[in-house]
């Protein structure tokens, strides 16, 4: 009887290996179809929950759990000098940063890196007309494509190419500032952008829709973030007098201001599914708030201008998951 239930127990876990050995084919075969068939598929995707963020200054990428614990960083292959901006997660489960060759890059052109898991690049995308922003900021559409701000507006780059994308420029009366720092994707398609001193949103092909005001002077806009729960906008600024080194959640359809708080040199800004606010900064480690801004803390390690958070990889087993 013992020897009887013994192989009725075995029967679920049997079941469980047939679903993890299924989830694995369907895990390669889309992988494959994204043309990422050189990942393992043990090693397909990131940790879910995990930060990755970068520093002009570095050619590393620095690794954090989702608790902000510091891990190993991620190291491409790079020329020495190679400046790294913004990242994010793309939809083929790649982490995507924008590099340059650096100041005494000629002619000028930057390119954008697909990383895997292991710091390998995957696919590669160039642009030799401009180069990008000082943030140089990376956001993604729903279809795959993604757009990356640059010295004289944004550009485009579709899924699917690896050759040159298509360029617009912030140009016209609307415009005071054509030069956007960061950018982030509205619900209705529009890309929500910060030039220095100005919120505009602008549809996907660069033309103008309006300019967010604010009673607050938007003065040396830094990092950029939209909720959708509470339509509300946070963002970043140097700032001086009442806006030095501020974090600021503003109200997208008015542009009233919400909140405010004390945030060191910050930079770019991540919203977390778990109600965090995390921020890059030029002078420290991320910081982290809630979305009310009071202060929960910061990350350890050293300055991080830009910094993203990974949505769709593998649980860790054990610690924090969003």
Do not use: W
């Amino acid at each position: 009887m013992m020897k009887k239930r013994a192989r009725l127990g075995a029967a679920p876990a049997a079941a469980k290996t047939v679903r993890r050995a299924v989830v694995v084919l369907i895990l390669c075969a889309a992988l494959a179809a994204g043309g990422l068939s050189r990942l393992a598929a043990a090693e397909a995707g990131f940790v879910r929950g995990d930060f990755y963020a970068t520093s002009t200054t570095a050619t590393s990428i620095a690794h954090y759990d989702a608790t902000g614990a510091l891990l190993d960083p991620l190291s491409p292959d790079l020329p020495r000098g190679t400046q790294l901006h913004g990242l994010a997660q793309g939809p083929d489960v790649l982490l995507y940063v924008v590099a340059d060759a650096g100041p005494a890059t000629s002619p000028k052109g930057y390119f954008v890196l697909g990383l895997d898991a292991r710091g390998e690049v995957v696919r590669r995308y160039e642009a030799h007309e401009s180069m990008p922003s000082f943030a140089g900021a990376i956001v993604f559409d729903p279809a795959g494509n993604f757009y990356v701000t640059t010295d004289e507006g944004f550009a485009r780059f579709r899924r699917a190419e690896g050759s040159a994308p298509t360029a617009f420029r912030l140009s016209g009366p609307s415009f005071a500032e054509v030069n956007p720092l960061a950018a982030t994707l509205l619900p209705n398609g529009d890309l929500l952008l910060a030039t220095t001193d100005h919120l505009y949103e602008v549809r996907p092909d660069g033309i103008f829709v309006r300019e967010i005001r604010s009673s607050l002077p938007l003065h040396l806009l830094q990092g950029l973030a939209y909720d959708a729960a509470g339509s509300a906008i946070y963002a970043t600024l140097s700032g001086d007098r009442d806006t030095f080194n501020q974090l600021l959640k503003l109200d997208l359809a008015t542009g009233r201001l919400l909140r405010q708080v004390s945030a060191l040199y910050g930079t770019d800004v991540v919203l977390v599914p778990d109600g965090r606010v995390v921020l890059g900064s030029s002078g420290v480690g991320p910081q982290v708030f809630s979305r009310d801004l009071r202060p929960l803390g910061a990350f350890p390690g050293d300055p991080e201008n830009h910094i993203t958070q990974i949505r769709t990889g593998l649980r860790r087993s054990g610690g924090r998951q969003p």
